[in-house]
């Protein structure tokens, strides 16, 4: 048994795949959660050591916890599969964890090059961060998808948002819980070349998002 597993959301993401899990550190496991992919990403994954766990039921929420159901290690992170983010930093968010001295810790994005973060994902995020901050009193300034989290925590929180309010119910809840969520600095780059985006890269992705979350903050 691993001691960290790291669910990958994925959704065509084939190019991303090899650097993504040749990244992890030692004693952290791959579960690939394939939303339905209609590239070669399930068989990279698998070819590549991952384990990959089938999500007929489209959306990013529905892949995340199908990976949270599917982990077995006490402690699991979160990670996109577009390459934006390095699985080399998983540990800066998992240590906490493991020393018990947070429940769930975010990955507060910082941008590494030009273009990594488009200004209308970055004002959307900002503005939902500040009305969580309001609602909830958590110190939190990003929403980011690299995160790390007790399993049975998040197992207990009866998540139910199968889209992309996901991450901000998982904040919620866990806040609404008494658990212990905190964050720390994470570089954010540009997504792979050729990855299509599905959310900060296209306006309308924002606004879905955006949308998403916004019920789950009007909840």
């Known amino acids: 048994m691993s001691n960290v597993d790291v669910v990958f959301p994925c959704l065509n993401e084939a190019l991303s795949l090899p650097w993504l899990l040749s990244r992890l550190p030692d004693g952290y496991r791959a579960l690939v959660a394939d939303n339905g992919s209609t590239d070669s990403s399930a068989q990279i994954a698998r070819a590549l050591g991952a384990t990959v766990v089938s999500v007929p039921v489209r959306g990013y929420g ?9 982990s077995t290690a006490e402690v699991v992170c979160f990670c996109d599969a577009d390459g934006s983010l390095d699985p080399a930093e998983l540990p800066r968010l998992a240590e906490p964890v493991l020393d018990g001295a947070a429940d769930l810790v975010i990955g507060r994005r910082r941008a ?4 990594a973060w488009p200004p209308h994902a970055r004002w959307a995020n900002a503005l939902l961060a500040a009305r969580l901050r309001r609602r909830s009193g958590l110190r939190l300034h990003d929403l980011g998808p690299m995160r790390a989290g007790r399993r049975s925590a998040l197992r207990a929180l009866d998540l139910t948002d199968r889209r992309f309010g996901y991450p901000l119910e998982t904040i919620v809840a866990a806040g609404a819980a008494g658990l212990c969520v905190t964050e720390v600095e994470v570089g954010y780059a540009p ?13 309308g992705g924002t606004l879905r998002t955006v949308v998403d979350m916004g019920r789950v903050l009007a909840r």
């Open 112 to 115: 590494t090059a030009r273009g």
């Open 62 to 70: 529905a892949a995340a916890h199908a990976g949270l159901e599917a």
């Open 191 to 203: 997504r792979t070349v050729g990855s299509k985006s599905k959310v900060t890269g296209t306006v």
